[in-house]
């Protein structure tokens, strides 16, 4: 028969594993449904393409090693670090022309301008040319996010400040930019 040390052990284990239980599952409960591509360092998210239930998951043939992902039809970029880990990923407003799906790199960049549309952006991050038109990624100094204008030729690809100033950090000269469906 146990001692009553081994019974007391015993019960503050259970009693220790309950309580952990309780609060896993209240932090699972409260976190972002995708946090696990926001820089966690856990393995690659991958998904096939269009499906819509891991919207944020990296898109299933978006190229290898470090790069930025842009997926037109779901208005998203992943930052894509070593190991095809994703760093960050955001939705973006497109302008309105879009680039043709397949690699770029990045090409130049600005720290701050007016935009085609006239307002002041800043983390101007290019890298190709439609149309005549210059295709980057930019944020908006007011934080705006308009719809494309489809009477005007934009090649602006809108993020947030917060996001564009991560873009600016990670997409120097030279950096892969993978544009997917």
């Given at each position: 028969m146990p001692s009553n040390s081994s019974t007391f052990v015993a019960g503050l284990t259970a009693a220790a594993l309950a309580t952990v239980g309780f609060l896993a599952?209240?932090?699972s409960a409260s976190a972002p449904a995708d946090l696990?591509?926001?820089?966690?360092g856990g393995a690659p998210a991958k998904k096939a393409p269009g499906d819509r239930r891991t919207p944020a998951a990296l898109p299933a043939d978006s190229g290898t090693g470090r790069r930025v992902v842009y997926s037109l039809d779901a208005d998203r970029v992943w930052l894509v670090g070593p190991n095809d880990v994703v760093?960050?990923?955001?939705?973006?407003?497109?302008?309105?022309?879009?680039?043709r799906p397949g690699s770029y790199v990045v090409t130049s960049r600005s720290g701050a301008v007016t935009g085609t549309d006239g307002t002041p952006v800043e983390h101007v991050v290019r890298f190709t040319t439609?149309?005549?038109?210059?295709?980057?990624?930019s944020a908006a100094l007011d934080g705006s996010m308009p719809?494309?204008?489809?009477?005007?030729k934009t090649g602006g690809i809108r993020e947030t400040v917060a996001d564009g100033a991560a873009m600016w950090t990670f997409a120097t000269i030279g950096r892969g930019v993978v544009v997917v469906p």
């Open positions: 599952f209240q932090a696990d591509v926001r820089g966690s760093t960050r990923t955001f939705k973006v407003a497109p302008g309105s022309v879009d680039p439609v149309q005549d038109t210059t295709i980057g990624f719809e494309p204008d489809p009477t005007m």
